[in-house]
Structures are given as C-alpha cells and as structure tokens.
C-alpha cells in the first residue's frame, strides 16, 4: 500500500462547478497536509497547508483533514477555467520534513 | 518573495555526456534544498535531500554517484546528470526551504525538462 494515495482522474467539470479533490493516507506520522497546484510543465505551486484536522479556508478553496479517517479534502468553489491544472496532495511526517506526494489529479473546467 | 529559479529550463543532450542544473533561491537562504524527478503523469519523487555544506542524502534506489549533488552556499544547489542515459530524460524540480520560514513550508523552481537522446 502506497503511502498516500489520490485518484489520477482525470476530472473534467463545467464553468461553476464545485470540485472535491481527495487524498488518502496510511502513516499516522504525517502531521502536515498541503495541496500544491501544478500547471503543465511548471513546478508545483503551494495552494493551502494544514496541520490539523478541520477546515481552512482562503478564497475559493477549502482544505479539510480528517485525522482519524486519514483522508484530506481540496474543496474548489465557483471553479473556473483557469483552475485546470494538476493538483497533488503532499505530507510531512517526522523531523526531516520530507514531502511525500501523491499522484495527482488532472482537472479540466470547460467554459 | 519566497522564488526559487532553475537554469536551464530544458536541455537536449547526447547519451553519455553529462548535464548540470542550477537552482537558486533567489530573496532567501535555503539551509535544505530537495531535488525530485517528474516522469509524465506521475507525481514527484524525492530524489535527494541536499544541506548546505554536508553531503547529500539521497532516497533508496538512487544513485549517488549518477546524480551528482552540491550544495556550495545558502543560495545554490546544482543536480549533476553524468553519463546520462535515454532513461533519464524526466523533469527534474528542487525545492527550497526558508531558513527562517516555516520548516514545513518548500518553495518549487519551475522545473528542468532533460531528454537525453
């Protein structure tokens, strides 16, 4: 079993849409939970971190964690084109603060 | 704040030869930097873990001698491909860590797309 795990899609979804994006884990280590935005052939770009189990929220996108079940949540509202992209889920488990990614999802918003 | 370059943004190379890539903090000091590999549709795979100023530590199954890392200054990690193989041609990304920021927090290079034919 892969330490994190996150359906590829890919995910196509019209203008408006609220799009739900999912990872789970199994090492109960990972304190830190973050979602990164990758647009094709860039390098990831850090969207949200969490560290607890609950909700965050900036803007359109909401982060949600839940400890007990390990399973995090990205929550975009309103999407719009311009969110298509690959979003990967990342953790952070231990002192020596490794990234551990997970596959990825490839989001489409058609206008 | 918080940019992080990488030099080339691709490259094209012969088997065998061997190709360097830069990456820079560019408005801070980054104590750690992280190198990862990037095959197509496939997440980012921690290749090695460079500290300024002490030898890399790189992942199992990673061949220190093939991926040669130095981490000369608070600024500067260069990624060494030497000998390199059709099978290396993958994107490679760094990250950076802020020396007074967040430990959990790692800032991403936009990445070095190497095919090697």
């Known amino acids: 079993q892969k330490e994190v795990e996150q359906d590829p899609g890919p995910l196509s979804v019209p203008e408006g849409a609220i799009v739900s994006l999912n990872c789970t884990y199994s090492n109960s280590a990972f304190q830190y939970f973050m979602w990164y935005r990758q647009y094709s052939r860039k390098g990831p770009e850090l969207l949200m971190y969490t560290y607890s189990s609950g909700n965050k929220e900036d803007g359109r996108f909401t982060a949600q964690v839940d400890k007990s079940s390990k399973y995090i949540s990205l929550f975009i509202r309103d999407s719009q084109p311009s969110d298509s992209a690959t979003y990967l889920c990342a953790m952070i488990g231990g002192s020596n603060y490794k990234l551990t990614f997970g596959k990825g999802t490839l989001l489409t918003v058609n206008p | 704040g918080a940019v992080v370059s990488q030099h080339p943004s691709w490259v094209i190379c012969k088997s065998g030869t061997s190709v360097k890539i830069e990456c820079r903090s560019l408005d801070f000091q980054a104590t750690t930097m992280f190198w990862y590999r990037q095959f197509p549709k496939q997440s980012l795979m921690l290749m090695a873990t460079?500290?300024?100023?002490?030898?890399?530590?790189?992942e199992q199954g990673v061949e220190k001698d093939k991926f040669l890392i130095n981490h000369a200054s608070l600024t500067l990690s260069t990624l060494t491909v030497t000998s390199a193989h059709p099978e290396d041609s993958s994107f490679y990304i760094c990250?950076?860590?802020?020396?007074?920021?967040?430990?959990?927090?790692?800032?991403f290079g936009p990445g070095t797309r190497l095919t090697v034919l």
């Open positions: 990250s950076a860590r802020d020396a007074s920021g967040l430990p959990n927090e790692q800032f």
């Open positions: 460079s500290n300024e100023g002490s030898k890399a530590t790189y």
